[in-house]
């Protein structure tokens, strides 16, 4: 066992060191990230503190090494990557118009907590494709001793404001147990090179970067207890939690976009 850990853990190292600074073709990539995948596959079933330490090193190494592949790589912000692309380990969620994408996948670090790793590609210009974090598990919060959850993406939503700015709305999960779990709406734009938190939420005269709802989840609920955007982007449906046992209540809080912001109606329900 001991000797197949190290001899994994060596070969890990040569994953990042591989990478080369030509631009990397999608299929490349695939091959890459199935690998580290089989990699880290092989050490969540040995579970042991030797195997949850070289499970740390392979996805940090996969975060940097998507981190790079995917700078000014125009065919890795648009291909379809099918063989990676699978449902309970990597997300690739693609914006509507192509500017923007999500890499996501469960690090399988956690035991009955899912810790989760996210880059993005995001279009600054005709010439330009920039990359940048969203979550990395290895990084601790200020005043912390837990690492983070990191949250799950399962949306990617566009809107265009009146002026013709392009807001991008990335619907997450973050799992602490089996049935706790937060779910958020996060606004981005870019701008001057980069993704930036965007103000797009005005809640009785707040003005908010993100949404967020704590509950308590679980198979058998029949609320869907998601933030969700309306077909037409024209409404977002926050679900109202009970205070008492944190489980939904079936009803929402609406936010309607007005052209520029999605405001809080406290009329709706």
Same mark, same amino acid.
């Given at each position: 066992?001991?000797i197949?850990l190290k001899?994994?853990f060596?070969?890990?190292?040569g994953l990042?060191a591989?990478?080369?600074s030509v631009?990397?073709?999608?299929?490349e990539v695939?091959?890459?990230?199935?690998?580290?995948?089989?990699?880290?596959?092989?050490?969540r079933?040995r579970?042991s +503190?030797?195997a949850?330490?070289?499970?740390?090193?392979? !996805? =940090?190494?996969l975060?940097? *090494?998507?981190l790079?592949a995917? /700078?000014?790589?125009?065919?890795l912000l648009?291909?379809?990557?099918k063989r990676?692309?699978?449902e309970d380990?990597?997300?690739?969620l693609?914006?509507e118009d192509?500017k923007?994408r999500i890499?996501?996948?469960?690090?399988?670090?956690?035991?009955a907590i899912?810790?989760?790793d996210a880059?993005v590609?995001?279009r600054?210009?005709?010439?330009t494709i920039?990359t940048?974090?969203?979550?990395?598990?290895?990084?601790k919060p200020?005043?912390s001793?837990?690492?983070?959850?990191? +949250?799950?993406?399962t949306k990617?939503?566009?809107?265009? !404001? =009146?002026?013709?700015?392009v *807001?991008y709305?990335?619907?997450s /999960?973050?799992?602490?147990?089996?049935?706790s779990?937060?779910f958020?709406?996060?606004?981005?734009?870019?701008?001057g090179g980069?993704?930036?938190?965007?103000p797009?939420f005005?809640n009785r005269?707040t003005?908010?970067y993100?949404?967020?709802?704590?509950?308590?989840?679980?198979?058998?609920?029949d609320?869907?207890?998601?933030?969700?955007?309306?077909?037409d982007k024209?409404?977002?449906?926050?679900p109202?939690i009970n205070?008492i046992?944190e489980?939904?209540?079936?009803k929402?809080a609406v936010?309607?976009?007005d052209?520029?912001?999605y405001?809080?109606?406290?009329?709706?329900?």
């Amino acid at each position: 066992m001991r000797i197949a850990l190290k001899i994994l853990f060596v070969l890990s190292l040569g994953l990042f060191a591989s990478a080369r600074s030509v631009a990397q073709s999608p299929t490349e990539v695939e091959e890459y990230i199935l690998d580290a995948f089989k990699k880290i596959n092989y050490l969540r079933d040995r579970p042991s +503190e030797k195997a949850t330490d070289t499970l740390k090193i392979l !996805n =940090k190494q996969l975060l940097r *090494y998507l981190l790079k592949a995917g /700078k000014n790589n125009e065919l890795l912000l648009t291909s379809e990557m099918k063989r990676v692309s699978v449902e309970d380990q990597m997300n690739i969620l693609t914006s509507e118009d192509g500017k923007v994408r999500i890499f996501n996948w469960d690090t399988e670090t956690g035991a009955a907590i899912n810790y989760f790793d996210a880059i993005v590609l995001f279009r600054v210009n005709d010439t330009t494709i920039a990359t940048a974090v969203l979550n990395d598990v290895s990084k601790k919060p200020d005043g912390s001793g837990e690492e983070r959850n990191g +949250e799950w993406y399962t949306k990617l939503n566009t809107v265009t !404001n =009146k002026s013709g700015r392009v *807001y991008y709305l990335f619907s997450s /999960k973050a799992m602490y147990s089996i049935k706790s779990k937060e779910f958020f709406l996060d606004a981005y734009t870019i701008y001057g090179g980069k993704l930036n938190p965007a103000p797009l939420f005005i809640n009785r005269n707040t003005t908010l970067y993100s949404l967020s709802v704590a509950c308590v989840s679980t198979l058998t609920n029949d609320v869907n207890p998601e933030i969700r955007v309306t077909g037409d982007k024209q409404r977002i449906l926050a679900p109202i939690i009970n205070k008492i046992d944190e489980y939904p209540t079936g009803k929402y809080a609406v936010y309607v976009f007005d052209g520029n912001n999605y405001v809080f109606d406290k009329n709706a329900h």
